[in-house]
């Protein structure tokens, strides 16, 4: 009969402890594994992320560069466009002049002569004679029904004496000045050849 003296024991106890050991260095290896392998997918992310990004910043670059040139080129093309409406007024106005001289000898009435006729811009300032008020009245309402003239004002009148000239006496007239202004003629009423700029610029309101 054989007695098996051997710590039994003892021997299940490091045989457990050995396992344990075993099993907790493959635990830790199995999540340092674990651990490398998210580090090296969030660092790929991170990567593609900044390379989007890289290149979002270059297209937004360029983008703003782009915005700046058109910013630029909308900036030439008004001033062109400024440039043109300036020319096509001058073009327009051209015969200011012209029409102004004709306006004043076709609305001055009987018995009304000028003695000055200023013009600044658009307003202009004329200096003259009447035998009465009446006579003013009447080159005010031919001024505006003028095509070319437009909002007469009464700057002042006042009887003067002028005196005798040749065979002609000395005589009472009522001096006057007074203000209108000149209607010009835009770039739409100067397609309509012919026609002053009152009348062209009725037409392009009913059309």
């Known amino acids: 009969?054989?007695?098996?003296?051997?710590?039994?024991?003892?021997q299940k106890r490091q045989a457990r402890q050995r396992q344990f050991v075993s099993l907790a260095i493959?635990?830790?290896i199995l999540g340092v594994a674990i651990v490398g392998v998210g580090d090296v997918v969030l660092r790929a992310r991170i990567d593609n992320q900044n390379s989007r990004n890289a290149l979002l910043k270059t297209n937004i670059a360029e983008l703003d560069k782009q915005i700046k040139e058109i910013d630029k080129l909308r900036d030439q093309i008004?001033?062109?466009?400024?440039?043109?409406?300036?020319?096509?007024?001058?073009?327009?106005n051209r015969n200011e002049a012209v029409h102004l001289l004709d306006q004043l000898v076709r609305q001055l009435?009987?018995?009304?002569?000028?003695?000055?006729?200023?013009?600044k811009d658009r307003k202009v300032t004329i200096v003259g004679f009447a035998q009465?008020?009446?006579?003013?009245?009447?080159?005010m309402r031919n001024i505006e029904g003028s095509p070319w003239l437009e909002k007469p004002?009464?700057?002042?009148?006042?009887?003067?004496?002028?005196?005798?000239?040749?065979?002609?006496?000395?005589?009472?007239?009522?001096?006057?000045?007074?203000?209108?202004?000149?209607?010009?003629?835009?770039?739409?009423?100067?397609?309509?050849?012919?026609v002053p700029a009152a009348k062209a610029a009725a037409k392009g309101g009913k059309a």
């Open 1 to 10: 009969m054989r007695i098996n003296l051997l710590p039994h024991r003892e």
């Open 78 to 92: 008004q001033q062109v466009l400024a440039r043109k409406q300036v020319v096509e007024s001058l073009q327009a």
């Open 109 to 119: 009435p009987e018995g009304v002569y000028l003695q000055s006729v200023k013009q």
């Open 26 to 28: 493959m635990l830790a």
């Open 132 to 139: 009465s008020n009446a006579r003013v009245s009447t080159l």
């Open 153 to 194: 004002e009464l700057v002042e009148i006042k009887l003067v004496t002028v005196a005798a000239q040749g065979r002609t006496p000395a005589q009472q007239l009522n001096q006057f000045t007074l203000n209108f202004q000149i209607r010009r003629a835009t770039p739409e009423t100067v397609k309509t050849p012919g």
